[in-house]
């Protein structure tokens, strides 16, 4: 037996290592012939002696029979998206912003951007456990069977390797493979697939791997999530390379270089040879370097600041515009949709292209009939480009706008933009036109009851846009609250609708009540309000009728949440119909939230309030010192109705006065402050609120503001933070004047130089971790 085990472990072995010099090092040593000797005996082997297998044995790759479904994963780093750079000037606004935001010019990591579906590979003690695809960011499919039958994916790591490591990648199809099973499909009369993309896509989801084991897949490697039990390298090219020698593939095509000006040059070179490489490509991924450097600038919303996506030039083609219509979408926007003669671009048939709007055509010049250009970008909606005037036909027609709703035929109207500056509100035309219906509109009504059903709000599996659009006919639906009056005999006298299909839907609907209130806030379709600020508003409110009571200036405290969308959120939560929405919802049993929860902000600062109202001639220093210099607002509004008392109050302050007199001379102002004051004596985040301020007085560092920079020896960034902040502290990202406490790791960099300069006290790896362990946070050992 230990002769066999010998020469198990001896194929395995040298068929790995096979594996590691095609996939890897492109550089095969047998013909395939030889190779497939060595697994037919290696097969035999372990077919003649089953105990003997291993999961990691390259025999595990033929796959499994099918699965009912995908199990969820959720991941312990987000995977992140990256933000885009359509052109030069982008992409130079980019690196500025990176420059500026390290105080010096960092080297780069050049990659070329895949054009397949991103998937992460969890290893454990170096053997492959769970693949798992990037699904919404937080949360992916579970893909393990079908990317164990990739071969150039290792079941087992090489060399040294961590105890736990999450290597992140995009599984692709080569081109040649793609172009063989594509005529090998149309030799047999089956369905083609339309680019080497999707059909790396719908190889990865297939629920029985034993179709994905016949696919031609490969893998390249980009990058690590979650590491534990080892030392890392500290920039990305060096991850990359250290991942090549752990027997992961690593596109070869990745360049480190040291300016924005070599940048430039690898961005052109991969697009000079997009056409010659053997993977799909859409542009080049550019990062910076160094880990350390990554740290520093850190995140913003879902995508990181040190890393952005260089585009190339879309690919477009010539086609005639052969007809336009108008659409109704779920605001009621009227968008204008170019009926094409179908062209094919960017590896689809496009018959269809978006005008987006009246002043679009306008600006093109495009009759129908006209020939025009069509781009197409990755997965960017197509559309019209530009006219060729001179292929113009003598029968070509003007484009004319419709004054009615093509669906409902109410008046269509030109949306009004508001900017809202300090005490006066802006008003401009917009570009789009929309039907004033609103849901007496089915068009209207339709989309938003698609939306409410859609997978990222309530996920209702059922009740998709045909089902929708049937029950709206009926005058089934009139409002989000009918779904869930819904009886059993409506959805069965639907066509298409039998006994169980009947009952499956009921179910899916009676499951949706217990959707998070997260997803339920992103369902009602709150302009601007997408699923990330709808979990922050959800998170930091609590409830539905917190956030009726919100007024703007405490909306704008919660973070990524701006005035524009504050004012989009309050508006919609005191319109009398969307509230009678709400309170349907809540009759339905639906989850609003937490009841009893409480806002989870710190009490909003009587400086901070004045400073909010926008006032004329109040900018933070003068909210401070109005602050400063009265207990209450009322007497603020009181000692305001003299201009030359509220001048003598501030010390002197002339605009400021000035501009507090004047807006609270506005009785309506006045009223609106109060009432202000009110909702947040309601919601207890008054600046005098006695429970909160008891609160924060008994965390140790209520009060102070914090800055971490540089690289941490025992806790990571995050965690100090969270450290931090548990005990009373603001965590900041950048050094001022109102700094307490910097604390610095290694290669600190320009921010440990601006707290000296402004005298802010310093602590070290050691002097943190000394201060924890003192409140009892982490450990004393």
């Given at each position: 037996m230990n002769n066999i085990q010998t020469q198990l472990e001896t194929l395995r072995r040298e068929i790995d290592q096979h594996n590691i010099r095609y996939y890897v090092e492109d550089a095969p040593s047998i013909p395939d012939a030889e190779y497939d000797r060595l697994m037919r005996e290696l097969q035999a082997i372990e077919a003649a002696h089953p105990e003997l297998i291993t999961p990691e044995s390259p025999t595990q790759r033929v796959g499994a029979k099918?699965?009912?479904?995908?199990?969820?994963?959720?991941?312990?780093?987000?995977?992140?998206?990256?933000?885009?750079?359509?052109?030069?000037?982008?992409?130079?606004?980019?690196?500025?912003?990176?420059?500026?935001?390290?105080?010096?010019?960092?080297?780069?990591?050049?990659?070329?951007?895949?054009?397949?579906?991103?998937?992460?590979?969890?290893?454990?003690?170096?053997?492959?456990?769970?693949?798992?695809?990037?699904?919404?960011?937080?949360?992916?499919?579970?893909?393990?069977?079908?990317?164990?039958?990739?071969?150039?994916?290792?079941?087992?790591?090489?060399?040294?390797?961590?105890?736990?490591?999450?290597?992140?990648?995009?599984?692709?199809?080569?081109?040649?493979?793609?172009?063989?099973m594509n005529k090998k499909a149309l030799e047999s009369g089956d369905k083609l697939f339309a680019n080497p993309r999707n059909a790396a896509a719908g190889s990865l989801r297939q629920l029985d791997s034993r179709i994905t084991a016949k696919r031609p897949l490969n893998f390249y490697a980009y990058g690590l999530g979650v590491v534990e039990g080892g030392e890392l390298p500290a920039s990305q090219y060096a991850r990359l390379m250290w991942l090549r020698g752990l027997g992961l593939p690593v596109s070869k095509e990745v360049l480190r270089v040291d300016s924005i000006e070599a940048v430039k040059a690898y961005h052109d070179a991969i697009l000079q040879k997009r056409d010659a490489l053997d993977f799909d490509i859409d542009g080049a991924v550019i990062k910076v370097d160094s880990v350390v450097d990554q740290d520093e600038l850190g995140f913003v919303s879902r995508a990181p600041r040190w890393a952005i996506a260089w585009k190339y030039p879309a690919q477009e083609e010539l086609t005639v515009l052969e007809d336009v219509e108008f659409q109704v979408g779920r605001t009621?926007?009227?968008?204008?949709?170019?009926?094409?003669?179908?062209?094919?671009?960017?590896?689809?048939?496009?018959?269809?292209?978006?005008?987006?709007?009246?002043?679009?055509?306008?600006?093109?010049?495009?009759?129908?009939?006209?020939?025009?250009?069509?781009?197409?970008?990755?997965?960017?909606?197509?559309?019209?480009?530009?006219?060729?005037?001179?292929?113009?036909?003598?029968?070509?027609?003007?484009?004319?706008?419709?004054?009615?709703?093509?669906?409902?035929?109410?008046?269509?109207?030109?949306e009004t933009l508001r900017t809202r500056l300090k005490s006066r509100v802006i008003e401009r035309e917009g570009?789009?036109?929309?039907?004033?219906?609103?849901?007496?509109?089915?068009?209207?009504?339709?989309?938003?009851?698609?939306?409410?059903?859609?997978?990222?709000?309530?996920?209702?599996?059922?009740?998709?846009?045909?089902?929708?659009?049937?029950?709206?006919?009926?005058?089934?639906?009139?409002?989000?609250?009918?779904?869930?009056?819904?009886?059993r005999e409506d959805i069965l006298g639907l066509e298409g609708f039998a006994e169980l299909s009947t009952d499956k839907?009921?179910?899916?609907?009676?499951?949706?009540?217990?959707?998070p209130f997260n997803r339920v806030l992103y369902a009602l379709g709150i302009p601007e309000v997408g699923e990330e600020t709808a979990k922050l508003v959800a998170a930091t409110l609590g409830n539905v009728d917190n956030i009726r009571l919100a007024p703007v200036e405490l909306l704008t405290s919660i973070p990524d949440v701006g005035r524009e969308v504050a004012f989009h959120i309050s508006e919609f939560f005191t319109e009398a119909n969307n509230w009678q929405v709400i309170e349907g919802l809540r009759s339905q049993g639906l989850n609003l939230g937490d009841a009893d929860a409480?806002?989870?902000?710190?009490?909003?600062?009587?400086?901070?309030?004045?400073?909010?109202?926008?006032?004329?001639?109040?900018?933070?220093?003068?909210?401070?010192?109005?602050?400063?210099?009265?207990?209450?607002?009322?007497?603020?509004?009181?000692?305001?109705?003299?201009?030359?008392d509220l001048f003598n109050a501030l010390g002197g302050t002339k605009a400021a006065a000035k501009g507090?007199?004047?807006?609270?001379?506005?009785?309506?102002?006045?009223?609106?402050?109060?009432?202000i004051e009110k909702r947040l004596l309601a919601l207890q985040v008054h600046w005098s609120?006695?429970?909160?301020?008891?609160?924060?007085?008994?965390?140790?560092?209520?009060?102070?503001?914090?800055?971490?920079?540089?690289?941490?020896?025992?806790?990571?960034?995050?965690?100090?933070?969270?450290?931090?902040?548990?005990?009373?502290?603001?965590?900041?990202?950048?050094?001022s004047k109102n700094t307490d406490v910097l604390v610095a790791g290694e290669k600190a960099g320009s921010k440990l130089a601006k707290a000296e300069s402004l005298g802010v006290a310093t602590w070290d790896d050691q002097a943190l971790m000394a201060f924890l362990r003192e409140q009892g946070v982490i450990d004393a050992a």
């Open positions: 099918a699965a009912a479904a995908f199990g969820e994963v959720t991941h312990e780093v987000p995977m992140l998206s990256l933000g885009n750079a359509m052109d030069e000037g982008d992409f130079i606004a980019f690196g500025e912003r990176v420059e500026k935001g390290l105080g010096h010019s960092p080297a780069w990591c050049c990659e070329p951007k895949l054009d397949g579906l991103a998937v992460s590979l969890l290893y454990e003690n170096g053997v492959l456990v769970r693949g798992a695809t990037r699904g919404d960011g937080a949360t992916g499919e579970d893909i393990t069977q079908n990317v164990k039958t990739i071969r150039a994916i290792p079941l087992k790591l090489q060399g040294q390797y961590p105890q736990r490591i999450e290597v992140r990648g995009e599984v692709f199809m080569p081109r040649a493979g793609f172009e063989e009621g926007a009227i968008t204008p949709v170019a009926k094409l003669q179908p062209v094919f671009v960017g590896g689809v048939t496009v018959s269809n292209a978006t005008l987006h709007n009246a002043d679009e055509i306008a600006r093109l010049g495009v009759k129908i009939g006209d020939t025009v250009i069509v781009r197409r970008a990755g997965d960017v909606i197509p559309q019209v480009v530009s006219v060729v005037e001179e292929r113009r036909p003598a029968e070509a027609r003007d484009i004319h706008f419709p004054t009615a709703c093509p669906v409902c035929g109410a008046h269509v109207e030109r570009t789009a036109y929309r039907c004033s219906g609103r849901l007496t509109c089915s068009a209207q009504l339709k989309q938003a009851l698609i939306h409410f059903a859609s997978r990222k709000a309530l996920d209702i599996e059922g009740l998709g846009d045909v089902v929708v659009e049937k029950l709206v006919d009926a005058q089934l639906l009139a409002s989000p609250v009918g779904i869930f009056e819904l009886k839907l009921r179910a899916a609907i009676l499951r949706s009540k217990a959707t409480k806002v989870n902000l710190a009490p909003l600062g009587f400086n901070d309030f004045i400073n909010k109202l926008d006032i004329v001639g109040v900018g933070p220093g003068a909210a401070e010192k109005a602050a400063s210099r009265f207990d209450s607002l009322e007497a603020l509004i009181q000692c305001a109705q003299d201009e030359q507090l007199a004047a807006f609270f001379a506005d009785s309506a102002n006045a009223e609106r402050a109060l009432d609120s006695e429970r909160q301020v008891a609160e924060a007085a008994d965390l140790p560092l209520s009060g102070q503001t914090f800055v971490i920079t540089g690289s941490l020896s025992v806790l990571s960034r995050d965690e100090a933070k969270a450290h931090l902040e548990a005990l009373g502290a603001k965590v900041a990202g950048s050094v």
